[in-house]
C-alpha cells in the first residue's frame, strides 16, 4: 500500500501539469472580401421606378375591372369595391400609382369576397 507521504507527493508533482493550460492561439481574422463596385447602369432612375410602378398600378386596376365585372355579372358586387375601382381610377389619372395599386387591389379583393358570399345560404 502506498504510503500518504508518496501520494501527496505524487498528487503535488502532477498538479502544476494538469493545472498548466496551453497558449490561446490568436486566430487571424479572415480577410474581408472586396465587394465590386456596382454598375451605374443597373441600377434603376426614379424616373423608371415610376414607369415600374405606373404599370403595375395598370396591371392592378385591370385585374380589379375584371374581377368586379364578374361579380356584377353574378349580381354579387359590394358598393365599397365599386367604390375603390373608382378611387383607383382617379387615383391613376391623378399620377399617384401607390393610391391606385392600393385601392385597385382592395377593389379586386372585395369583388372576390362578393362572389365567394355567393356559396352561403342567403337566409338560416
Not at 375591372?65 to 358586387?77: G, K, M, N, Y
Not at 365567394?116 to 337566409?123: D, G, R, S
Amino acid at each position: 500500500m502506498l504510503d500518504k507521504s508518496k501520494f501527496w507527493l505524487c498528487v503535488i508533482a502532477l498538479l502544476p501539469a494538469a493545472c498548466a493550460t496551453p497558449e490561446p492561439q490568436v486566430a487571424e481574422p479572415p480577410a474581408a472580401p472586396v465587394a465590386a463596385p456596382a454598375p451605374t447602369a443597373a441600377t434603376p432612375t426614379p424616373s423608371e421606378l415610376q414607369k415600374a410602378a405606373t404599370a403595375e398600378a395598370n396591371a392592378l386596376l385591370a385585374q380589379a375591372e375584371t374581377d368586379i365585372q364578374r361579380a356584377r355579372s353574378r349580381r354579387a358586387l359590394w358598393l365599397k369595391a365599386w367604390v375603390d375601382l373608382v378611387a383607383a381610377r382617379q387615383a391613376l389619372a391623378a399620377n399617384d400609382p401607390a393610391a391606385a395599386s392600393r385601392h385597385a387591389r382592395r377593389a379586386s379583393e372585395l369583388a372576390l369576397l362578393g362572389l365567394e358570399q355567393l356559396a352561403y345560404p342567403a337566409v338560416r
